[in-house]
């Protein structure tokens, strides 16, 4: 019996066929004999036999996906496919069926020899995943740039080494939660790697200097998203019910919202859709911005141009094979491909029921009322297990910080955010005691000053520009605090307002005793963050809703935690090697951790948010508009989101935190200040839970007296933006705590 009938998709392109598709099954086969794939067994483990291999067909994926690239392209790619595919079928037989992770680690470890970013292989391949490997990277990498080389080895890197967490996943037998499982499954799944050779493919690179930009990195995760979800719809049966999987969006949905099979297809095509509408929404309003600002010459924007239009051709080739494919017999897709045309073309056919079906999700994302009452909140038990300590040096702190913000001219601002009472019941000091229960009369008030300047930009942002919509005036006050940041000598320009005076008073107190490299990184954070105050900016603009996904990756951007966990990372770099910070472990456990922090202030914030501000941003929110259900089951969500991301950094601390000390060799002095590490992070979270539960910034009283503002103009005309032309058509921690 089926598990699920296969949902409508959103098809906003049709699919095209490549005409040397016959040439390049040819040639991938005789490819993939000559690289002992196809009828020879792996340590006596058959792969794939001839008949697997033309049932898969993936001449025909790369034939629809790619379907401008002339025949000696076409036969690259495709081998690039057929060895991509070998690899996941391998590692599956030998190492996951029966899982052995001693065997996969070494079977992994040995691959990145054959993919060199600067000269020659010099290792001897030893089966065919390490012989194609080596022969697919010679044909490759000659007619591409060193940064292409770079960013293609790190994707292949990712896609290899990630095999190990899913494994893992199975050993343990353990279920993911979905914020874990999309971004994992992003290297895993092998997307990233798959728009690398997009660039390839259609012989137009992205230009260095943008392709690690928000625009850039939105294309390729949207992309990458859209590929995978699409691929555990089709693949659910064969993954969940044969081989054991259980990396699979279908089964990660149904377990943790508690539904059916068919209500949690339901949810992932959901988010497919989501995340594909994300990716048209950034490539019509971000990218060509982000051209202007970059000044990227012509031939870079039609490198771009190029580059978008293969990200799209591949995701309506991909659906086209998935439908036709073998890999997948028997499955779920069956029902929905027997109900309709399977000819060539018909995926033209489909846009247009496509469109109408999905325009529904799409409004609602743009056409949300501002400022309506919330009703009553039950509320829920927080889940975390960590005690909070207070530094005995609070009250001090308190006004030093009430001094400091005088000092700098929080109170004489025109017009004014703050004023000391407001000050006062935010009471960032409070939080900065929690955070670090173990600072200085110093440290303390270093901290309590940047937390009291993050809130309030995160408050001053909307207020001023906001209202009006000035994107303009908040890019140029981006732009005077960047130079207020020098990483060498003096700014060059005089701050001239509380945000600026209060920005040259840190950056000079925190970063005079760190190296350059350290203030390099310290003000990327910050120019990250006043980076996504823009962002918010921009969907207030649009009356837009973000996508889920967007939204969760953004949010660990506005609320600064990066900043906080910078300076912690600087007091440890003596003894932590840099690289160990990059790792899939550390990252984990401090994404979990802010995710926890930033669910846990859209809990507390929401209606000062929701009702007082006219605020799209907030999880609780996001969710409701996401999954089309009322309050209460949003905030049921939020939490089990905030209980599922603690319970991913209790198991990273408690198990992959020693298994990364073993598999780096890590001497005493590394292990103790990683164990520290983890210590402060445990602080920061139940210092910020703590400050929630004490501060005035969220109580009705001081929302009522403070807080209301009269709608901007725009929106008292209501919704404005993108959506409602398609309405108008359908009727014909840290430094910012919300």
Sequence with gaps: MQPFRLPDFYLSYPARLNPNLGRAREHSKAWAYGMDMIDVPQEGKPIWDEADFDRHDYALLCAYTHPDADGTELD????????????????????????????????????????????????????????????????????????????????????????????????????????????????????????????????????????????????????????????????????????????????????????????????????????????????????????DEHGIDPAGRLAVLGYVKGLQDWQSGGHEWHVRSGRYPDGSATPTVLAGPTGLGTSAARIVSSLISTAPQRLRSFTHVPFQPVGEIRRREIYLPYAVSMCPHLDVSREHTVEWARAVGMFDEVPLIWNEQMLRANDLPHCSAGLDPDATVEELDLSSAWLTWGTYGDDYYPRVFGRTGDIAGAKALNARLEELMPVEGTSPIIPVNMMERGLADLWERTTGPMSLDARRTFRKTLEVMLDSWLWELDNHRQNRIPDPIDYIEMRRRTFGSDLTMSLSRFSHKQAVPSEIYRTRTIRSMENAATDYATLLNDVFSYRKEIEYEGEVHNAVLVVQNFLDCDQDRAFDVVHELMTARMQQFQRTVEVELPALFDEYDLDAESRAALERYASELQDWMAGILNWHQECRRYSDSELRHNVPLAPAPSVLRGPNGLGTALARLASSWDPVLG
């Design 76 to 291: 690259l790619i495709t081998d690039w496919y057929v060895w991509v595919f070998y690899f996941d079928d391998h590692f599956v037989e030998l190492y996951k069926r029966n899982p052995d992770l001693a065997g996969a680690r070494e079977h992994l470890e040995r691959l990145p020899a054959f993919i060199p970013v600067e000269g020659p292989i010099t290792a001897e391949p030893t089966n065919p995943v390490e012989r194609g490997l080596a022969d697919l990277w010679a044909r490759t990498v000659p007619a591409m740039s060193p940064d292409w080389r770079r960013r293609f080895a790190e994707n292949t890197k990712h896609l290899l080494d990630e095999s190990l967490w899913e494994l893992a996943n199975i050993s343990e037998a353990r279920l993911s939660n979905p914020i874990e499982y999309v971004e994992m499954r992003r290297k895993v799944g092998g997307a990233p790697w798959s728009a690398n050779l997009v660039e390839h493919a259609v012989g137009a690179e992205v230009p260095a200097e943008i392709a690690a930009t928000r625009p850039m990195e939105v294309l390729r995760d949207t992309f990458s998203d859209a590929v995978h979800l699409r691929n555990d719809l089709f693949s659910y049966e064969r993954e969940v019910q044969d081989e054991g999987e259980l990396s699979n969006g279908v089964l990660v949905f149904e377990k943790f919202l508690g539904c059916t099979t068919q209500e949690a297809a339901d949810a992932v095509n959901d988010l497919l859709t989501s995340r594909l509408h994300q990716f048209e929404h950034t490539a019509v309003t971000e990218v060509p911005r982000l051209l």
